[in-house]
């Protein structure tokens, strides 16, 4: 009955995902939902996704293919990178594909050879289109963890990429958005020692540039972005972020240039880019000014009912004209006075310069 059960379960995945993909060809727009109850046009496919990350470990190899051959195409790859997308998916239905296929493939890491780097291409071109009021952070801070701050050491010229754009990321977008990428750009370059030459003064990269000896931002592969000849100018200014988490984190990240390169991954630090995001979201809520209840209790015991700005613009005037009426009156007055003592003046200097210039000529 169990096996019976695992079965239909995955079935009911399966169908969910290749009716996604049906959809997707639509090209419906996306609308933004809580990712509880499902993203844009495909309600089942967040759960479905949460559901094969779960159980992933449980999916007969036989499968495995075909499904890093669907997760792939929902999260927008193309052999054709010059054409138009593949579908229509919202961003964070697209991180969320990249993230089940990194979960599936460490859940059977004994088992499964596959390359990845198509999902990375995809998380790198998608922190582009990622937009703080219609995407969800807390799915861009779960792909930023289950992709870069999980796993083995990167190759040199992908984690340079990610850390380049990481910081342009984190100059672009709202603080809690920018403290994840700051934890997932601290926690690279202390695996990756060998890219702390971007923390140095001198552009151009030298020896370690690589085959692309100019850096390229608009590259949609992190591999041909060149980053290694470019420097992380970003944290000078994010040092000078008005929230003080922001700044702290990137003065930290600054001083890492100056650090033994021989401290590897025993310093890393344990916060994860996940956490990082939500306690600077309690954070932010906490310091939330509050209201003070004084005023609306006083209108109710006064019997007044709260007026509307647009409905009602007469009392605003009435008001106005109670309070401020004589005090503006009187500053009128002394600016014209003002005005008019700066033009006789004037007045007065030119008849003086004639004046002068007459005598000087007799």
Request: proline share 4%; glycine share 6%; net charge positive.
């Amino acid at each position: 009955m169990q096996s019976d059960t695992l079965s239909a379960v995955f079935e009911t995945y399966f169908r969910i995902l290749k009716r996604s993909m049906e959809l997707s060809v639509s090209r419906l727009k996306p609308t933004s939902l809580p990712m509880s109850g499902g993203f844009g046009t495909h309600p089942l496919l967040a759960p479905c996704l949460n559901g094969l990350g779960k159980f992933s470990h449980l999916i007969d190899l036989d499968f495995m293919g075909d499904l890093m051959t669907c997760l792939k195409r929902l999260a927008g790859y193309s052999e054709n990178h010059d054409g138009p997308p593949q579908n229509c998916l919202s961003v964070s239905e697209r991180f969320q594909c990249c993230i089940v296929a990194f979960r599936v493939m460490r859940n059977n890491l004994d088992a499964l050879n596959v390359d990845l780097q198509e999902f990375f291409v995809q998380l790198y071109n998608l922190m582009l289109e990622y937009r703080p009021g219609r995407d969800h952070g807390n799915v861009l801070s779960e792909a930023l963890k289950t992709m870069l701050w999980e796993g083995k050491q990167h190759d040199m010229q992908r984690a340079a990429a990610f850390i380049k754009r990481l910081a342009t990321f984190a100059l672009s977008f709202g603080s809690t958005e920018a403290i994840a990428a700051l934890v997932t750009l601290k926690h690279l370059l202390q695996k990756n020692s060998k890219c702390r030459c971007l923390l140095e003064n001198d552009a151009g990269g030298g020896s370690l540039s690589g085959l692309v000896v100019k850096y390229q931002p608009d590259a949609s592969d992190p591999n041909l972005s060149g980053a290694l000849a470019s420097v992380l100018w970003e944290l000078n200014l994010l040092s000078r972020h008005y929230n003080p988490t922001i700044s702290s984190m990137a003065s930290s990240i600054s001083s890492m240039g100056t650090m033994n390169p021989s401290q590897n991954q025993s310093h890393l630090s344990t916060t994860s880019p996940v956490q990082a995001f939500r306690d600077l979201s309690i954070e932010q809520e906490l310091s939330m000014p509050i209201s003070k209840p004084s005023s609306t209790q006083n209108r109710k015991r006064k019997g007044e009912k709260p007026f509307d700005v647009a409905s009602r613009p007469e009392r605003i005037w009435e008001t106005g004209r109670k309070v401020h009426e004589d005090e503006v009156k009187n500053k009128l007055e002394n600016h014209f006075k003002v005005l008019r003592d700066i033009e006789e003046n004037e007045r007065l200097r030119a008849e003086l310069n004639r004046t002068l210039k007459s005598i000087s000529i007799y």
